[in-house]
Nanobody, 123 residues
Framework: QVQLVESGGGLVQAGGSLRLSCAAS????????MGWFRQAPGKEREFVAA????????YYKESVNGRFTISRDNAKNTVYLQMNSLKPEDTAVYYCAAAISNLRVVTSGYDYWGQGTQVTVSS
């Protein structure tokens, strides 16, 4: 009902920047919030950032706060993650997610997921 396609991943050196995009299609009118998660090899998937669709309220994982910025373009049904001052520990597959119902917490409860985009930060 909602399809998500991520793009923008790649290989960068430590200290560099990347901008990830996630385009939503389908029943986009039902989107309440969108978020970004990441999963490194051998690690659990973790919350990175989220944004409410109507109000634009943003939320961040503590370790990325001040370096990453989440934003959205409602007209384009697209969410972005601007990542600056990248560190090797940011290396992971990054997934975008969409929630179609009110979230109790921004770190869980998402209904749809993208296929992921690889981000690799070299030292």
């Amino acid at each position: 009902q909602v399809q998500l396609v991520e793009s923008g991943g790649g290989l960068v050196q430590a200290g560099g920047s990347l901008r990830l995009s996630c385009a939503a299609s389908g029943r986009t009118f039902s989107i309440y919030a969108m978020g970004w998660f990441r999963q490194a090899p051998g690690k659990e998937r973790e919350f990175v950032a989220a944004i409410s669709w109507s109000g634009g309220n943003t939320y961040y994982k503590e370790s990325v706060n001040g370096r990453f910025t989440i934003s959205r373009d409602n007209a384009k049904n697209t969410v972005y993650l601007q990542m600056n001052s990248l560190k090797p520990e940011d290396t992971a597959v990054y997934y975008c997610a969409a929630a179609i119902s009110n979230l109790r917490v921004v770190t869980s409860g998402y209904d749809y997921w993208g296929q992921g985009t690889q981000v690799t930060v070299s030292s």
